[in-house]
């Protein structure tokens, strides 16, 4: 394996610099060059993330056999409701330029006149919400308990994911809605049966529930089932109201597995202590990155 720190060759005596590739003695604490063993230059070198969830899978181990992980770099978080402002704006132009060719000069007239449809507009409240609760996530980054991660594509899918919070306790993957209306949980079943719907003012908008399954899913992918395993790792989906109304002396609230939640609800809920270490949120979060890019 490549070696952390420079050593000696415990056979012929030889310099090895930090990088070389050695058979390290874990009892002896003792490096032998390859040259020395016959083993020759080695062609397989295990890619970065494997170096990177070997560290994280048995941190000890790693260390005692000099496994180098590389130095934490940046990482692309992505941009809060980034693709709902581009689908605003492409549909907003393309109205735009409809409407002034059809009308000519008298275009701004119409425009000023008139209103956007309701399938344009809700790009753009959409987006906004998106970025709101992107800043306050933001504020909630430290790089050791915290990370968040904005606007990420699910591959294979046009679909998106709003946000992804990694914490000591585990992923969040969160859906921000900027609804108006106040948020509560209603029984529309009979006399003998439940059926617990989600309303938001006057709407029923219980199918938000279903929707997450497919982002918990690609988080689900993007981890693979060993580490999700290993790690017992935890995948809590939630919906979140950025601007909606609430009871006084409302409580969080689960349907169909998903919390509903607001903001400053949820970062009560990201903040608890949990079993992950503060290595273990960066390299999770950055296998996030990798496998789920930027929308």
């Not at 020395?36 to 062609?43: A, K």
Request: aromatic share 6%.
């Amino acid at each position: 394996m490549r070696l952390r720190y420079k050593a000696t060759c415990s056979a012929c005596g030889s310099e090895l610099p930090p990088g070389t590739e050695a058979i390290w003695d874990r009892e002896a604490k003792k490096a032998t060059c390859l040259g020395c063993t016959g083993s020759g230059e080695t062609t397989n070198e295990p890619p970065a993330i494997a170096i990177e969830l070997a560290a994280l899978a048995d941190p000890v181990e790693a260390n005692a056999a000099e496994v180098i992980v590389p130095e934490p770099t940046p990482l692309d978080r992505g941009q809060a409701g980034a693709s709902a402002r581009r689908k605003y704006e492409r549909l907003h132009d393309k109205r735009e330029t409809r409407i002034r060719d059809t009308y000519g000069r008298l275009g701004g007239v119409v425009l000023a006149l008139s209103n956007e449809p309701q399938s344009t507009r809700a790009w753009g409240v959409g987006g906004s919400g998106e970025e709101k609760l992107g800043v306050f996530l933001e504020s909630l980054n430290n790089d050791e308990t915290i990370i968040a991660l904005h606007d990420r594509r699910i591959p294979g899918s046009r679909a998106n994911i709003d946000h992804i919070v990694v914490s000591r306790s585990g992923i969040y993957v969160v859906d921000a809605k900027n609804y108006t209306g106040q948020v509560r949980k209603v029984d529309k079943g009979g006399f003998f049966s439940l059926d617990y719907r989600l309303y938001v003012g006057r709407r029923d908008c219980t199918r938000l529930v279903a929707g997450m399954a497919k982002q918990v899913e690609a988080i689900r992918k993007a981890f693979g089932q060993p580490l999700l395993e290993e790690f017992e790792l935890s995948i809590t989906p939630v919906l979140c109201f950025v601007d909606a109304e609430w009871k006084l002396f409302a409580r969080p609230f689960q349907l169909g597995g998903v919390w509903i939640e607001w903001p400053k609800s949820l970062r009560k809920r990201v903040e608890r202590e949990g079993p992950l270490q503060g290595e273990h949120v960066r390299l999770l979060a950055k296998r996030l990155v990798s496998e789920l890019p930027s929308a």
